[in-house]
Each structure stands twice: as structure tokens, then as C-alpha cells.
């Protein structure tokens, strides 16, 4: 069993909709919940850092982190194609461990 | 504020060959980490490097091999190359160790290695 499991998709979208991304694991230890998006042919960039269990958003982006059920959640409102990206659901003890990665184009 | 640079780019090496891959952090961070990226096994963490020495390791063979310089600056190694070693090699920079409250990982675009 992978310590981080997320869906590979791929989620296709209409423009203007909810994207809603989700990623479970195993291990108790990690502390730091991470968001990244990566485009083709590019490094993965950080969109959101979270400690605690519970909400944060950054603008059109909400992320969730439910310790007790060791589920996180990225949502993104109002999707624009330019969020068409592969997002990468990180945790963190003493290195990062990665879900696969999840496919989302917006379609215009 | 410049990010992380890896360099470089592109390379393309035949099977045995050796390569030297290079990163500098965002200016101030101390620590670099890199991974290892392909599309069956995803993102693996190979090693992080802080204040110039190697703080952390992944499950990767001996012929993986890094350093950090005193600017922070890091290099990784990988000798006799493997068909399998042909990935995308990212390296991230964090103003302390990653696992404590300042380890925010910042990547560079990476380095995609194709082995012949």
C-alpha cells in the first residue's frame, strides 16, 4: 500500500465549475500538507502549505486537511482553462511524499 | 527574487555513461532536496542536502550521489546509467529542512535525463 493515495483521473471540467481533488494516507506521522500544479515539461509549483487540520483558502483555492480521517482536499472555484495542470497532493515528515497526481483540463 | 535553477536542462547519455546534474536554490534557502520523477513511479525523494551535508536519504542504489557547496549550491551524480535511470530530476530548495516549519519545498523546472 502507497503512504499517499490519490486518484490519477483524468477529471475533464466545464469552465466556471468546482474541481474538487482529494488525496488519503497512511502514515500518522506526517505533519505538512502540500498542494502543487504542474504543467507539462515543468517543475511542480507550490500553491498551498497547510499544518493544521481544518480550511485555508488562497484566493479561488480551498484546501482541507482532516488529520483524524487522514483525508486532504484541494477545491478550486470558478475553474479557468489555465488551471489545466496535473495537481500533486504533498505530505511531509522529514521528505515529501507524493499521490501519482491528478489530470484536470477545463474546458473553455 | 530568482527561483531554483537546475542545469542541465536537457541531456541525453548512453547505458555506463556518468552524469552531473546541477541546482541553485532560491538566494537564503540552505537546504536542497532532489527527486526523481518518471510516469510509472511518480515523485521520489533521492536525498536533501543542508549546510553541506546530506541530512536525509531515499531508497535509491550507491550510484546515486550528491553534494551541496557552501553557496548552497547542490550537484548530484549518477554513474553507470541504467535505461531506467532516464527521468525528469527535480531539485527543491527550503529555508530550513523540509519536515520542520520552515521546509516549504520550492522546485526548479528540472533536468530530463534520457539514457540510451
Known amino acids: 500500500q502507497k503512504e499517499v493515495e490519490q486518484d490519477p483521473g483524468p477529471l475533464s471540467v466545464p469552465e466556471g465549475a468546482i474541481v474538487s481533488l482529494n488525496c488519503t494516507y497512511s502514515n500518522s506521522a506526517f505533519q505538512y500538507f502540500m498542494w502543487y500544479r504542474q504543467y507539462s515539461r515543468k517543475g511542480p509549483e507550490l500553491l498551498m502549505y497547510?499544518?493544521?487540520?481544518g480550511n485555508k483558502e488562497d484566493g479561488r483555492f480551498t484546501a482541507q486537511v482532516d488529520k483524524s480521517s487522514k483525508y486532504i482536499s484541494l477545491f478550486i472555484r470558478d475553474s479557468q482553462p489555465s488551471d489545466s495542470a496535473t495537481y500533486l497532493c504533498a505530505m511531509q515528515d522529514y521528505k515529501l511524499s507524493f499521490g501519482a497526481g491528478t489530470t484536470v483540463t477545463v474546458r473553455a | 527574487k530568482a527561483g531554483v535553477t537546475q542545469t542541465p536542462r536537457y541531456l541525453i547519455k548512453t547505458r555506463g555513461q556518468q552524469v552531473t546534474l546541477s541546482c541553485s536554490p532560491i538566494s537564503g534557502h540552505r537546504s536542497v532536496s532532489w527527486y526523481q520523477q518518471t510516469p510509472g513511479q511518480g515523485l521520489q525523494f533521492l536525498f536533501e542536502?543542508?549546510?553541506?551535508?546530506?541530512?536525509n536519504k531515499g531508497n535509491f542504489p550507491g550510484r546515486f550521489s550528491g553534494r551541496q557547496f557552501s553557496n548552497s549550491r547542490s550537484e548530484m551524480n549518477v554513474s553507470t546509467l541504467e535505461l531506467g535511470d532516464s527521468a525528469l530530476y527535480l531539485c527543491?530548495?527550503?529555508?530550513?529542512?523540509?519536515?520542520?516549519?520552515?521546509?516549504?519545498?520550492?522546485f526548479g523546472e528540472g533536468s530530463r535525463l534520457t539514457v540510451l
Open positions: 527543491a530548495s527550503s529555508l530550513g529542512l523540509a519536515g520542520t516549519g520552515t521546509g516549504e519545498l520550492f
Open positions: 542536502y543542508f549546510s553541506e551535508t546530506q541530512r
Open positions: 497547510t499544518y493544521s487540520s
